[in-house]
């Protein structure tokens, strides 16, 4: 068992909160549990009652603990295994363009979640999305949604003919609020410094206005307000 | 000249965006600009160009840069003096109640100015909005923002009766896409892990529905969809 790279076809949950969400969501993945022996008892009994249960290993060990996780106050971590899934076919996607930043992603997935978008494409190159920083940003959201990879947005597009593809830039023709939703939907965002290329605006292409005071929203803003539109 | 820290009168802008936001919108603050020898000529011209005609001074002094920077590729540096301001009493304010994310609370004065909202009322205990770390997620935009500071949310309401409250809560009594919008209005906003307590229930409470599998939405996320809706 090593310290987290990109490289290893397992990653870790650091913490309660995403290992109960891997524990409870995918346990397919799991592979095992390490706990601390600082853990409090009720955690503890509950964390062994789901491995009993689930013939799911655990086994103490503070130093591989130690290792992985960069928080002192981590207590537990669940190693699973990485897993890539098929879209659904009739059900709307949010597709990102070339993601870079970990923090944000995480964010992305928790509010996907929480808006029933469950499906996420993702078109490489892009950062590792099962790294340990991007589980704990979406607080083991990522456990609940699809997560497809594609080289390119043609390969994306090949796949999922009956899409309506909507795309968000600054140059956008439609407005939000004036936009026609039509289901399935694909809710296309680029890269978070670089935006969307020119190319993309053959699409249905939306513009989320704001003043020019701000050069344009933080992505995970921009695409909290476009799954609330699509959605509310 | 010292490294930050939130006793001091004044602050930094670290780097050429925030550093131009500053020398753009708040010349009267600035104090100071340190210059790097390791600046691009076509910068250094610009930055001189307008200490020159504002009377401001510059000097060079990476040790400084290199003592009050993190990041490595932080060229000019500006010293200005903390001010707090009085809000518009006939303008929209957003109202955070006890923030304590720094990296959060840039990224939301970001989305005001970019949905017009200048003025932010700040109820403490609080973060620091001055630290170097906000002013930089805010992309300088805490230079184009009206902030004020408050002991208490009662404080805030005496000094501005003519206000609409909304306050929003998870267990908010409207969701948000039938509220009725009066102005001028004050969106409220708790902390990031605790949100409000039962006590704002009483005024407008506002609520953005989510399904129950995340426990809430992130706190700029559900910010960004607020302001988006009550300036749509």
Redesign the interface.
């Known amino acids: 068992m090593k310290k987290y790279n990109k490289d290893l076809s397992y990653s870790y949950t650091l913490g309660l909160f995403p290992t109960f969400e891997l524990l409870n969501k995918k346990k397919s993945l799991v592979k095992k549990i390490i706990l601390s022996n600082k853990i409090t008892e009720d955690v503890k009994d509950k964390i062994i009652n789901i491995c009993n249960k689930n013939n799911i290993k655990y086994i103490y060990d503070d130093n591989f603990i130690c290792k992985v996780a960069e928080k002192e106050n981590c207590y537990v971590v669940g190693i699973f295994e990485k897993k890539i899934n098929i879209l659904e076919d009739d059900k709307s996607h949010l597709v990102l363009v070339n993601p870079s930043n970990m923090g944000n992603v995480g ?1 992305i997935i ?2 996907m ?4 978008y469950r499906n996420l494409a993702i078109i490489k190159p892009a950062v590792d999305i099962f790294n340990p920083k991007v589980i704990r940003a979406s ?1 083991g ?1 990522i456990f ?1 949604v699809n997560i497809a990879f594609f080289d390119s947005f043609a390969e994306y597009l090949k796949e999922y003919k009956n899409h309506n593809i909507y795309t968000f830039m600054l140059d956008g023709k439609n407005k939000l ?1 004036d936009v026609k939703i039509n289901y399935p939907n694909s809710l296309v965002f680029g890269n978070e410094s670089r935006g969307l290329d020119k190319s993309y605006i053959k699409y249905n292409s939306v513009v ?1 206005p ?2 020019d ?3 344009s ?2 992505i ?6 476009s799954l ?2 699509f959605t ?1």
């Open positions: 964010t928790r509010t979640l929480g808006f029933n607080m959201s609940s609020k989320i704001h003043n005071e701000i050069d929203l933080n995970t803003v921009a695409i909290g307000i609330y539109k509310e």
